[in-house]
């Protein structure tokens, strides 16, 4: 018979929600309880389309978790951390740049920030098949917990959102899910990722950017919101606002793939992590999230059966023949991401870019 209990794991506290009046980005949130009926959906899904062509990042909630298991996933997300040996952690090191995947660890210090600067954050990174690796030994008894939380995160919140971003289009309602099956051959993935305060000088020589502004790559990422202040989103007025944390909400960002098979109808919007406000300097600011991509055979071209997109108009990066897979997209993205040495953006702005798969990618400092 399996246990009624589950194993126990120490407590991840976070610090206490900042104090400091921070400019936060105003966003929407979607109420997930609504998308039970036909009329709800049909709502939501002008709400959806609204954040997705707009601001590209929006709230979820109700989607299903009580506080008391989300709290349960973010004690879980700091054992590879904080449970693992140092040894361990090397032997279960990820081979991003030779596969393109983060499966495994990405260790401190692997990307570069700025002027010589590297990150420091420790990522754990799991496929949404628990089983596909093997994992250290202290995450082990919690893969069933993990695996339960990755379906979650597919079934009740990227299924139900995508559903939505469909309807947007005028597609039919799973024309998007079908692209994106749990089973199927695709990376989707679940990320634990712990940031590490830094020194005074790191801090200066990157003018307080921990993470480097960029698009996420795949459809969709589940953010599960936590009380550290960092996460800033680049508005189209070039001001760059905070996202506010909301208790057991998730924030939800659209990414390059949603992007390209809208045809540029959705957005994939530039966001960084920056130093935290100061009564939260001193304290690890750990992520739960749920990367969303479609299987690695889906070629990224615009849905242009949409009878929106055929009214409004179908912005290309590449034509269609050129349209490189969601793995060759994921892979290539992943391989470079953070270690490519990149160039002044052609434009003459802020910005900097480099070539992948044939297409233009931004960064942001
Ligand atoms: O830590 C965060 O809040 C965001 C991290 C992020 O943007 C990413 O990992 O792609
Ligand atoms: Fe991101």
Redo the contacts with the bound molecule.
């Keep these: 018979m399996p246990s009624l209990t589950v194993p126990q794991v120490p407590h991840y506290a976070s610090a206490p929600v900042t104090k400091e009046n921070l400019q936060y980005a105003d966003l929407a949130v979607i109420d997930l309880a609504k998308a039970h009926d036909v009329e709800g959906r049909a709502q939501l899904a002008l709400e959806v389309a609204e954040a997705s062509k707009t601001q590209g990042f929006f709230y979820v909630v109700n989607h299903g978790y009580t506080a008391a298991q989300t709290e349960r996933m973010f004690d879980i997300a700091d054992v590879p951390f904080s449970c693992v040996e140092a040894d361990d952690k090397i032997a279960y090191t990820a081979s991003i740049k030779e596969t393109g995947s983060f499966e495994g660890y990405k260790p401190r210090q692997y990307w570069h920030v700025d002027n010589g600067v590297h990150d420091q954050v420790e990522n754990y990174s799991i496929h949404r098949d628990v089983t596909k690796r093997e994992h250290p030994k202290a995450l082990r008894p919690l893969l069933p917990e993990i695996d339960a939380f990755a379906q979650h995160t597919h079934f009740n919140v990227l299924h139900p959102i995508l559903r939505l971003l469909a309807l947007g289009l005028e597609l039919p309602e799973e024309e998007f899910v079908k692209l994106h099956g749990f089973s199927a051959k695709g990376a989707a993935y679940v990320?634990f990722?712990k940031?590490y305060p830094r020194s005074v000088d790191d801090e200066l020589k990157t003018n307080n950017v921990w993470?480097k502004g960029?698009t996420?790559m795949g459809t969709i990422?589940v953010?599960y919101s936590q009380p550290v202040s960092?996460?800033q989103i680049l508005g189209k007025d070039g001001k760059w606002r905070w996202?506010k944390h909301i208790e057991n909400a998730l924030v939800i960002n659209t990414g390059d793939t949603l992007e390209f098979l809208s045809g540029g109808y959705y957005k994939a919007t530039i966001?960084?992590?920056v130093q935290p406000p100061a009564d939260q300097q001193n304290h690890t600011?750990l992520?739960l999230?749920y990367f969303g991509m479609t299987d690695d055979a889906v070629k990224l071209v615009p849905f242009s059966s949409s009878p929106l997109l055929q009214r409004v108009g179908i912005t290309r990066r590449f034509e269609d023949k050129d349209a490189p897979t969601m793995e060759e997209w994921g892979k290539a993205r992943t391989s470079a991401y953070g270690t490519t040495v990149l160039k002044a953006a052609e434009d003459g702005s802020k910005f900097e870019e480099e070539v992948i798969a044939g297409v233009v990618v931004k960064h942001f400092n």
Excluded: E, Q, W
Aim: hydrophobic share 45%.
């Design positions: 990320r990722m940031y993470l960029h996420d990422t953010l960092a996460l996202i966001h960084r992590v600011r992520g999230f």
